[in-house]
């Protein structure tokens, strides 16, 4: 049985794995879908979605079976418990990539942002892609250190974020009420997708070590 129930624990690590390598490409495609109006690559985000979801609520099934049946604790526990918040964490960074390739495709074949934001999208997306794969590793050898560098992007995204604020509110912004919009929210969903990051980072690190990280890091 207990050799049964260590399979078991490793199979919910992998799953977070791979449901986390879904996400990377998710994202990939969408901020290359939302930069270079790419409605193929829009539609296949989209379409991919489902997958995303399926592979999380098998997952939280897996987690549940195991709470129930083999009642862990100590480390054990912590993983089955982490691995429920960090799905959903998961389920809901693919929900984002599919919004942002939404809103390519709503556009195409007109680009969502004006001219003057497009640089900003672009720095904005690669980090959010740097972000998932670091998250992907993370997931996969909790080396805490990449946990330090995610916060880390993560602030640059912030700033990013802010910059947009001010545009869209600046004397010189001559975007209509729908570009407004969709730039506001495009803007959002990008700083969104490194917050939940950010939160499953923290619970990796508190996995590995067993010690929460200090309130002064981002949620």
């Known amino acids: 049985m207990r050799e049964v129930f260590q399979q078991e624990l490793r199979e919910v690590q992998e799953r977070l794995v791979e449901i986390s390598e879904l ?78 390739a ?46 330090d560098e995610i916060r880390n992007d993560d602030d640059q995204i912030d700033e990013l974020h802010v910059s947009v604020f001010d545009a869209v509110l600046g004397a010189h912004w001559k975007g209509e009420a729908v570009d407004t919009v969709d730039v506001t929210l495009a803007s959002r969903y990008h700083e969104r997708f490194a917050d939940h990051a950010v939160s499953i980072a923290k619970k990796v690190q508190y996995l590995a070590t067993g010690e929460w990280p200090s309130s002064s890091s981002n949620a």
Request: negative net charge; without cysteine.
């Open 102 to 147: 939404q809103l390519a495709r709503y556009r195409y074949p007109d680009k969502v942002v004006k001219k003057s934001l497009r640089q900003t999208f672009s720095e904005m997306g690669r980090l959010d892609v740097e972000i998932a794969k670091k998250l992907t590793v993370l997931l996969k050898t909790e080396d805490v250190q990449l946990a």
């Open 23 to 100: 996400v990377t490409v998710a994202i990939t495609n969408a901020t290359t879908a939302f930069n270079e109006s790419n409605v193929t690559l829009a539609e296949t985000v989209i379409a991919e979605d489902p997958k995303i979801d399926s592979l999380a609520a098998s997952l939280d099934e897996l987690a549940i079976s195991i709470l129930a049946l083999q009642q862990p604790v100590a480390r054990d526990l912590r993983i089955v418990v982490t691995a429920l918040r960090v799905s959903a964490s998961l389920e809901r960074m693919g929900d984002i990539a599919e919004h942002i």
